[in-house]
């Protein structure tokens, strides 16, 4: 696992294992999603996830190297690229300090499936397991989202490293 003391982004590799390693890590948050929003409770399943969202969110930034205090200690040039490279493939969690409020923000860009999951509840049962449906579908889209940014952005730093060093990819 990436930890904060990490001084590079991952590259070559390394950016498929990461990757592959946090799209498990959003299935089984996803998981845990849709457990609560099977929970017949209107509004647990969006305060949980945001804290889960927000949790998985930090720990794949840090998986890739990417978390904004990994990236605040790269070389000023690669500050800016990283941070360039994020806003264009438009990951906009990508290196930031991640807040509930900024995940917020995200969730409500999908608002509509998420009056959809909470309307659901109103029915019993069949409304629980669509509620419970369409949070996994949304977490994990989201989720993958953002791992697939991630790795979009290391591979970015990977060419402008291979750039300044002149030398082929490793």
Do not use: W
């Amino acid at each position: 696992m990436a930890t904060d003391s990490k001084l590079e982004p991952v590259s070559g590799a390394e950016i498929e294992v990461a990757r592959e390693r946090c799209r498990e890590m959003v299935r089984k948050r996803a998981l845990v999603s849709a457990g609560v929003a099977a929970v017949p409770l209107p509004g647990i399943d969006i305060v949980s996830d945001l804290t889960t969202f927000t949790v998985l969110v930090e720990e794949v930034n840090k998986e890739f190297g990417l978390s904004q205090q990994q990236i605040e200690r790269l070389h000023p040039r690669m500050r800016v690229l990283a941070y360039q490279a994020a806003a264009s493939v438009g990951g906009m969690l990508v290196g930031k300090l991640v807040t509930r409020t900024l995940v917020l923000q995200l969730f409500k860009k999908a608002g509509i499936k998420i009056a959809a999951k909470t309307v659901t509840k109103v029915v019993p049962i069949a409304g629980q397991v669509a509620s419970a449906a369409i949070g996994f579908a949304l977490f994990r889209k989201m989720g993958y989202q953002h791992v697939d940014a991630c790795a979009k952005v290391a591979r970015e730093l990977q060419k402008a490293r291979v750039i300044d060093m002149g030398t082929a990819p490793v």
